[in-house]
């Protein structure tokens, strides 16, 4: 028996690219039901994140048009991961895929996940097989925040983002893990069972603007490493440790020159400097701890992670 197919797909300020990525998955819809590869009764869910324009609306069209095509209404903005959660585990079906609607990570994708699915694995990961459409810095960036969550200890895949496929067995056991602050690239790789990838090319987006410019990526960069990596910490014990060790050899050096060379080195830059260091030092090292602090304060109070007001 083929599986029961659920597409969810995270909708923010979509307006100009939805109408096309309907149309596209409801060729791969017609395709996939045609190769009798998935049931009938798969579906399309579009998450609306409290969208400002028009995003609603049409979700609610595309379902009047197509009972195939879904919507669940957030009450508010919540954030991407947040809302790709939501539809997760909202959505119905043997298998899951999350994609996101800006159409760069190509849909058709799809059919090399199933298959993959078909020979066990619980997990398909899309990843890019070349960024030829990003910007010099944009692929500067996204692959030194990769390889900084690698470096920084957490269990990422390497160019995916959130385009992959699920099983319902996973999706259950993704149900498992509860804390408010969601980094789903972190979290899903340690759910375990049988993984594969699926590489697939990366395009321009076909409309609309960006969701994650480098102010988000760098907070969102930072919210993964403080959710899944001690480092940072370990970080600051080792530069305490560090200048601790410095700041003896100073002082040696100081009481060297004092008893066997007659005289020290007058100025204010032996007493001013190293204050600043330390000071420097010492403000970096509390904002890393309040971050880890705000982390656990929020996860304290188990606030639900967000509210679904409509689900077609």
């Given at each position: 028996?083929?599986?029961?197919?659920?597409?969810?797909?995270?909708?923010?300020?979509?307006?100009p690219?939805?109408?096309?990525?309907h149309?596209?998955l409801?060729?791969?819809?017609?395709?996939?039901?045609?190769?009798q590869?998935?049931?009938?009764?798969?579906?399309?869910?579009?998450?609306?994140?409290?969208?400002?324009?028009?995003?609603?609306?049409?979700?609610?069209?595309?379902?009047?048009?197509?009972?195939?095509?879904?919507?669940?209404?957030?009450?508010r903005?919540?954030?991407?991961?947040?809302?790709?959660?939501?539809?997760?585990?909202?959505?119905?079906?043997?298998?899951?895929?999350?994609?996101?609607?800006?159409?760069?990570?190509?849909?058709?994708?799809?059919?090399?996940?199933?298959?993959?699915?078909?020979?066990?694995?619980?997990?398909?990961?899309?990843v890019?097989?070349?960024?030829?459409?990003?910007?010099?810095?944009?692929?500067?960036?996204?692959?030194?925040?990769?390889?900084?969550?690698?470096?920084m200890?957490?269990?990422?895949?390497?160019?995916?983002?959130?385009?992959r496929?699920?099983?319902?067995?996973?999706?259950?056991?993704?149900?498992?893990?509860?804390?408010?602050?969601?980094?789903?690239?972190?979290?899903?790789?340690?759910?375990?069972?049988?993984?594969?990838?699926?590489?697939?090319?990366?395009?321009?987006?076909?409309?609309?603007?960006?969701?994650?410019?480098l102010?988000?990526?760098?907070?969102?960069?930072?919210?993964?490493?403080?959710?899944?990596?001690?480092?940072?910490?370990?970080?600051?014990?080792?530069?305490?440790?560090?200048?601790?060790?410095?700041?003896?050899?100073?002082?040696?050096?100081?009481?060297?020159?004092?008893?066997f060379?007659?005289q020290?080195?007058?100025?204010?830059?032996?007493?001013?400097?190293?204050?600043?260091?330390?000071?420097?030092?010492?403000?970096?090292?509390?904002?890393?701890?309040?971050?880890?602090?705000?982390?656990?304060?929020?996860?304290?109070?188990?606030?639900?992670?967000?509210?679904?007001?409509?689900?077609?």
């Amino acid at each position: 028996m083929p599986p029961r197919l659920g597409i969810v797909i995270p909708c923010y300020n979509e307006e100009p690219v939805l109408p096309e990525t309907h149309r596209q998955l409801t060729i791969l819809l017609d395709e996939l039901l045609a190769e009798q590869r998935i049931t009938a009764d798969s579906r399309v869910y579009f998450v609306d994140d409290g969208s400002r324009d028009a995003t609603w609306s049409q979700i609610e069209h595309f379902s009047k048009l197509d009972p195939r095509f879904g919507g669940i209404k957030l009450s508010r903005n919540c954030g991407h991961q947040r809302a790709l959660l939501a539809g997760l585990m909202t959505a119905e079906g043997d298998v899951l895929v999350s994609l996101d609607a800006d159409l760069q990570d190509d849909p058709r994708a799809i059919k090399g996940m199933l298959d993959a699915h078909a020979d066990g694995n619980d997990i398909v990961f899309g990843v890019r097989n070349s960024r030829d459409t990003d910007t010099a810095f944009k692929r500067l960036t996204a692959q030194g925040f990769y390889r900084l969550m690698i470096t920084m200890g957490v269990e990422v895949v390497f160019d995916h983002a959130d385009y992959r496929l699920m099983s319902r067995r996973a999706i259950e056991n993704l149900r498992n893990y509860e804390e408010v602050n969601l980094f789903l690239r972190g979290i899903i790789p340690q759910i375990g069972f049988k993984t594969a990838k699926v590489h697939y090319a990366r395009s321009e987006r076909f409309a609309g603007e960006s969701k994650y410019p480098l102010r988000k990526m760098l907070a969102f960069a930072a919210d993964g490493i403080t959710s899944f990596s001690v480092v940072p910490l370990r970080f600051i014990s080792g530069l305490g440790l560090a200048t601790c060790l410095l700041s003896l050899t100073m002082a040696a050096w100081v009481i060297f020159g004092a008893l066997f060379a007659g005289q020290v080195v007058p100025g204010w830059a032996s007493t001013v400097v190293p204050m600043y260091f330390l000071g420097g030092i010492q403000l970096l090292s509390i904002g890393v701890l309040g971050e880890y602090v705000a982390k656990a304060y929020l996860e304290t109070k188990r606030r639900p992670r967000y509210f679904i007001d409509k689900v077609l």
